[in-house]
């Protein structure tokens, strides 16, 4: 696979004194899935943010569809696309975040048609024609003239994922989308993921639904403090860890929430007995 | 009590109040749009623009209303700028409100979720749009009670206009006084006028506040 969609090299981001990201690389592919998993404060996040431009990195390189966000000159300083650029390269990037960020002066449908209809100038009967295929699509045709309030936590963010899908985007970022929802909502957010990733779109999905990584990501990329700690087929980083931190982590994390019923299953063993070597 | 009086001068206490409305919408209008700009301007990340936005605000809310009408009336035409009495209140007025309108129009943008600016961001929207469609329509709701709050007290001071000759309804009273020595009831009268003018500012907030809720 050499057709690259995104590419990071060398990202570093700090706030003041605070170092961040110190030196993240990945690639991702055409049609990947690839979940990010971390403990919280490991930058995976800030990461993810970095690939839109939402956070400007501090060092590094960055480039999506063959278009170059930011890179490092020789000289050390940093060049990054100008405002039209970074607005041409968003539009092909989709967005869902962590509390929906819906418009909610806006109903379902509005949040769904402003972007293309702004951005893309699309008419407004095209617009509302797709908008109205992409709600029924995650399951909300009928609640196209509500608005968010109305709605669930579960409801508000699927409608987010159609808003972002509006866009015709190449590649879809997921940050912790479920976290904010009742654990009984999160699994009609994660259908639709799910099947947005059988349908092929290009997915990095910053995530602690350690079941969702293994059933449906293609990679896994473990971050703490600030690195790529361990990555590789989602099956394998899961099941079998070889990084001493990525064990204790997922130990922790199956500790608290047993792994998810479908899909994979972690062998409990595996990761308590890497939790001694984590502890040095 | 003898409310003759009133009645006689209803004309010209109804010329002043229509006066009165006008100083009122002009300099409301004006310096809305202007409070917006300076807004604008103080969020903006351009620096000059940012000082002269500051210095706008400090310098309008730290003068006296009637010292600023005083400068529109008499000393602008010494600069050879002439404007009628009406006018030069109508800038005096503007320019004092445009000052506190842009607090309350900056406080209502910056009270708006941050995660709204950074959907649109993501979306692909260009800044003015976000803030058009987005994050205005979001901050009028929290703009609403210090902005009628404003426009009260703004339409209250239209009566020192009495000062730069404007002859609104405040001064065609006091005329009343001068033609026939009679005080209470036309300043009687003047109170309630003021006070219905003001109370549909307030029912105007209502009807605002209830349009702009978020619909849950």
Known sequence: ?280 | MDWNVVVESFPLIWKGASITLSLFAWSLAIGTLLGLAVALMKLSPAKPLTWFATGFSWLFRGIPLLILLFYAFFALPEAGVLLSPFWAAVLGLSLWTAAYQAEVIRSGIIAVDHGQAEASDALGMTRGHSMRRIIIPQGIRIMIPPFTSNATTLLKQTSLATLVTVPEMTLLTQRIFSNNFKFIEPIFVLAVIYLAMTTVLVIGQQIAERTFRLKT
């Not at chain 1, 939402?54 to 020789?74: H, K, M």
């Not at chain 1, 909300?140 to 159609?162: C, E, T």
């Not at chain 1, 931190?245 to 595996?270: K, S």
């Open chain 1, 1 to 280: 696979m050499t057709d690259a969609l995104v590419t990071v090299a060398g990202l570093h981001k700090s706030f003041g004194d605070l170092e961040v990201l110190k030196g993240i690389n990945f690639e991702v592919s055409r049609g990947e899935v690839i979940a990010i998993i971390g403990p919280s404060g490991s930058g995976k996040t800030t990461m993810l943010r970095c690939v839109n431009l939402l956070e400007r990195p501090t060092a590094g390189r960055i480039e999506v569809d063959g278009r170059v966000l930011c890179e490092e000159l020789p000289d050390g300083s940093m060049r990054f696309s100008n405002k039209a650029e970074i607005r041409g390269i968003r539009e092909h990037v989709g967005m869902v975040f962590q509390r929906f960020n819906l418009f909610p002066h806006m109903t379902a449908l509005e949040n769904v048609i402003e972007a293309p209809m702004a951005v893309k100038r699309l008419s407004k009967t095209d617009a509302r024609a797709r908008a109205h295929e992409l709600l029924e699509s995650v399951g909300l045709g009928h609640k196209a003239d509500s608005y968010p309030l109305q709605l669930s936590g579960g409801q508000q963010q699927r409608v987010a994922i159609a808003r972002a899908l509006a866009m015709d985007p190449a590649l879809m970022l997921f940050d912790e989308v479920t976290s904010a929802v009742d654990p009984e909502l999160a699994g009609e957010i994660l259908l639709v993921m799910k099947r947005l990733a059988q349908e092929g779109m290009t997915m990095l999905v910053v995530t602690h639904e350690m079941g969702f990584a293994a059933e449906v990501a293609d990679r896994v990329l473990f971050i703490d403090h600030g690195l790529v700690v361990e990555e590789g087929p989602a099956r394998q980083v899961l099941a079998e860890p070889r990084n001493p931190r990525t064990q204790a982590f997922l130990r922790a994390v199956l500790e608290r929430a047993p792994m998810a019923e479908e899909g994979e299953e972690i062998p409990q063993g595996q990761a308590e007995q890497g939790s001694d070597d984590a502890a040095s």
